[in-house]
C-alpha cells in the first residue's frame, strides 16, 4: 500500500477525551473514529488489526473442531421471553420496536437464539458433540463505555457454544475450548491468565475468565508467578485425560483470583503470589442444561430416550483485544504490534522523495517485497523525513525500512527493528532475507 493512496488521519495531538494509553493512540494512529459514546467506526487501519485478530481466532477455533455460522445481530424479544432473560437482563439491553410493534432486541449475546436453531434441526445424540460460533456484533447498553473499544456499547465478539449428550462430554469440550483460548492468545503475543470467575447473567455454575495483565485493567488479580513460564499447549492430543491434565494444571486453587481481598490470606500464600490488573479478553461458561431446559432442546438418546442438552458458552473479546494487545505492547513513541497482528509488515520509508536513486530503490523494494507477499505500507509522500519516521513509530509496524540516498552510495539501506529499537545499516537484499526469516 501507498501512503499516497490510503487513508490514515493520524492526529499529532493526544485528543482529550482518551484516558488510557490504547485509546489515545489507536485515535492518534487512525485506527477508529468515535460515532457516538461506545460505537466506533473502524478506519483501514484499525479494520486490519481487526480482521488479523479475526483470523487467529477463527483458525484456532477451526482447528479444535468449531464450526462457523453467522447468526443476525437483532433477535426476536419472544426467545428471549422462552429462556426466561427477557425481564431478567436489565438495561443494558437494547430493546426495539418494530413498525408492527413486535419487540425486538440489538443481542447482547446469543444463547437463546443458537438453542433455537439447535433445538430445531438436531434429534438424535448421533449428531452429538458440535460446537458452533460466530464473530458478530453484539451490542450492551453499558452505563459507562469508556477506554475507547475496550469497553465500547456495541463491540465484536467471537461467541461459541457446545452441544453435549452428558456432563462428562459438556467438560471435555469445555476443556478443548479452555486449551485452545490459550493458544490462540499466545499466537497473539499475550500471555492471558485463566481465573476462575463468577457466571452472572449468562448463568451456570463453571466458568473461567482470561486476563491479560496491564496497567490499566479494570479489575486487580491475583496470580502465580510460576504462570508466566507455563507454555502454551500444543493441539495434538486432545483426548479427554490429557485436555484434563492441561486444564488442571493451569486452574490449580491458588493460580490465580480476582478474591484476595484478605491480607491474611495473602500471607498463606505466600511470596509467590503477586497481585496485578488485568484486563478481561475471553469469558467460557459451562451451564449445563439452563437453556436447554427451559427451551425444550432435547435428543433422542442411545437407549431411545429423551436427553435434555449440556451446554457451554465461549467469548472473545475480538475488538476489546485490539486496546488489549496496545496496553500491553507500546512506548513513549506509539505502538508496538506483535509480528501476527501488525496491519503491515513492514513500513518503508523514502527519506528524500523525487531523488532518482531513493524512488527507484524504493520501487525495486516495494515490489519485491510484495512478491515475496510481506504486507508493506510505502511512505512515498513528499514530506519531512522526521514527520514520517514519527508516524511509523506511532502505526507501531514490526520492521521500518529507511532508504536515503547517503546509504544508497554504499548500497545500504536501514533496517529498523520497531520492539527493540534495533537499527541496522544492511545491503537491500540482507534486509530482505532479514525480514522474511522472522
Ligand atoms: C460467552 C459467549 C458472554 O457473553 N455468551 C456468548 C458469553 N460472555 S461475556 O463475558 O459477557 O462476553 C465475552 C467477552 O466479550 C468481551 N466484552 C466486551 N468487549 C468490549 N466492550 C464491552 N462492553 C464488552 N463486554 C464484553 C469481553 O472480552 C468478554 O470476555
Redesign the pocket.
Known sequence: MRRTSFFLPTLRENPAEAQIVSHRLMLRAGMVRQASAGIYSWLPLGYRVLQRIENIIREEQNAVGCLEMLMPTIQSADLWRESGRFDGYGREMLRIKDRHDRDLLYGP???EQITEIFRDAISSYRDLPRVLYQIQWKF?D?VRPRFG?????E?L?K?AYSFDLNYQSAKRSYNLMFMSYLRTFGRMGLKAIPMRADTGP?GGDLSH?FIILAETGESEVFYDKNFLTFETPFIGDLNETALEECFSKWTHPYAATKELHDPNKNEELGSNILSARGI????I?YFGKKYSLAMGATVTGPEGNKVILEMG?????V??LVGAIIEASHDEFGIIWPDTIAPFSVGLINVAVSNNDCDRECENIYIKLRDAGIETLYDDRNERAGGKFAEMDLIGLPWQIIVGPKGLKDGKVELKRRCTGEHLELSIENALTRISST
Do not use: A, K, P, Q
Not at 473499544?149 to 456499547?153: D, L, N, Q
Not at 478481561?280 to 469469558?283: K, N, S, T
Not at 458458552?313 to 473479546?317: F, M, V
Open positions: 449475546t446469543n444463547e450492551r453499558e473499544v475496550m469497553r465500547g456499547r463491540f465478539m461467541d449468562i475468565e478481561e479478553v475471553g469469558h461458561f458458552s465461549y467469548g472473545i473479546g475488538s476489546r
